[in-house]
């Protein structure tokens, strides 16, 4: 099964199109969610085409593929809104026999992990910033914004495809990847 994983869309529009436009060109079977879909949040400037009504039909136009984890800036008004849960504070999956702890950061992530077993992935949102790291017996990573980069990373998200994580920017450029098998 192939996914796209992205996070903090923060309601731009804009981004949200060409995330979708990933999903599409890449023949994604699903869209993994990790929070802060529809509002920017109170210390976030307006993101580049900030629409989240847009943003609310075009991912309902796709729920049937979309799984996703509440953030910090989502509200329980959200859930209404949407056609698709936004309530859990992590999801547990596996990809290809290894365990994936996805959450947005806020609550489980890097400095406050779960319990995770040895080769597990925590796969967290929240800071802005993509990471992969080893972090003892876990991995941890982050597909940075779709929409507010931070730390002079770019837009970007996380396509996973028959064992393989690529790290893409908005743009498509793969500029990282990690193999499970």
């Not at 949407?82 to 609550?107: E, Q």
């Not at 406050?112 to 972090?135: F, Q, T, W, Y």
Request: proline content about 5%; some cysteine.
């Amino acid at each position: 099964m192939k996914w796209i994983i992205a996070s903090d869309i923060h309601g731009s529009a804009e981004c949200c199109q060409k995330l979708l436009w990933h999903m599409k060109n890449e023949k994604a079977d699903k869209l993994l969610l990790l929070g802060d879909i529809l509002y920017h949040g109170p210390r976030n400037d307006l993101p580049n085409g900030w629409g989240p009504k847009s943003v609310i039909e075009q991912l309902n136009e796709i729920s049937d593929k979309v799984i996703s984890v509440r953030g910090n800036c989502d509200a329980e008004v959200d859930d209404v809104v949407l056609n698709f849960s936004v309530t859990d504070d992590f999801i547990r999956l596996n990809f290809d026999g290894v365990g994936i702890f996805a959450t947005h950061g806020h609550i489980y992530g890097p400095y406050s992990p779960p319990v995770l077993n040895k080769g597990d992935i925590l796969l967290c949102g929240h800071s802005h910033i993509p990471a992969l790291e080893m972090r003892g017996d876990y991995i941890y990573m982050n597909p940075g914004s779709v929409s507010l980069p931070r730390g002079g990373s770019e837009r970007g998200f996380i396509l996973y495809d028959n064992g393989t994580f690529f790290f893409k920017t908005l743009d498509g450029e793969t500029y990282r990847t990690y193999c499970i098998k």
